[in-house]
């Protein structure tokens, strides 16, 4: 499959704000998306973005099956956070390649239809660039200051805060693109051993008690057996690298845990909330940009 590339191109030398209709530059033009120019990013970055977008495109414009009712989970702390706050100016980070805002997204937009709420995508991936139903970037958060004399008052991180290989500079970056009294909403995976071994141990149990079945319970019993002495071994494998700060993976440079999590959003701010789902590796959390401690 031919995947689209990073973005490259450049948006002009204009400064835009953000308004219901769009991006408008300083004559007045208006443009449903913008594109900018990548700045300087080390080729590791640009190779664990390609390498992830086989997930992107498996289902470009709806999650699978089984995480949509996670999408909806976030959208209602999305809304609770943001409950009668307006207007707002969302800024959504890593918004994703499809035409349709996340289904995360959903309250939010809806609620905007009256334009008292912005909701702007960004994302680095050439990839419905002029075809989105809402106001879309094309490119880094590092690179919007550059292009962007606006401020926005919510920034979202769907799973996305992982893919950043400077977290602090982002932090950075956002403090400057933020309103005063802005928030920062995340949505968070954590890898440490006992999470994801209560996550795998209640899909192992479903799949168990699928049937009461006597025979095809004994049948699955030995079948699960044998899987929890090798999942054993994954375990300590997972915790052997997580130790020893390498990857799990090819696709992200930062493998959150319990323990190191709030360090994390402490760089972008004041933790106010914080929300593990349980049965999940799953966190949500919310983040003041104004006095960080």
Not at 239 to 265: A, E, I, M, S
Request: glycine letters at 8%; a neutral charge; hydrophobic letters at 40%.
């Amino acid at each position: 499959m031919n995947l689209p590339s990073l973005t490259t191109a450049v948006v002009g030398l204009h400064m835009y704000r953000v308004e219901p209709q769009g991006f408008i530059d300083e004559s007045g033009r208006t443009s449903a998306f913008l594109e900018l120019r990548s700045g300087e990013s080390a080729a590791e970055w640009g190779q664990k973005q390609l390498s992830s977008m086989d997930e992107y495109f498996a289902h470009p414009e709806s999650p699978p099956e089984e995480t949509g009712p996670f999408y909806q989970l976030f959208d209602a702390y999305i809304s609770s956070a943001t409950y009668a706050k307006t207007p707002l100016k969302i800024l959504d980070v890593g918004c994703g390649v499809s035409t349709q805002p996340p289904l995360y997204a959903g309250t939010l937009v809806k609620n905007g239809a009256g334009g008292d709420r912005i909701y702007v995508g960004i994302d680095p991936i050439r990839h419905n660039i002029s075809g989105r139903a809402y106001p879309f970037i094309c490119g880094r958060i590092e690179d919007l200051p550059k292009n962007l004399d606006d401020k926005f008052d919510v920034f979202l991180f769907s799973t996305t805060l992982d893919h950043f290989e400077r977290i602090e500079s982002v932090a950075t970056i956002v403090r400057q693109l933020a309103n005063k009294d802005a928030t920062c909403i995340f949505w968070i995976g954590l890898h440490d051993t006992q999470i994801v071994a209560e996550q795998e141990g209640s899909k192992a149990f479903l799949k168990l008690y699928r049937s009461l079945n006597p025979f095809r319970f004994l049948f699955r019993f030995g079948v699960a057996l044998l899987r929890l002495l090798h999942f054993y071994w994954l375990m300590r494998q997972r915790q052997y690298h997580l130790v020893t700060g390498q990857p799990l993976d090819n696709f992200h440079f930062h493998y959150f845990t319990t323990d190191n999590v709030r360090q994390y959003l402490a760089l972008f701010g004041r933790v106010t909330n914080q929300i593990r789902i349980p049965g999940t590796n799953m966190l949500f959390a919310t983040v003041a940009l104004g006095n960080s401690r």
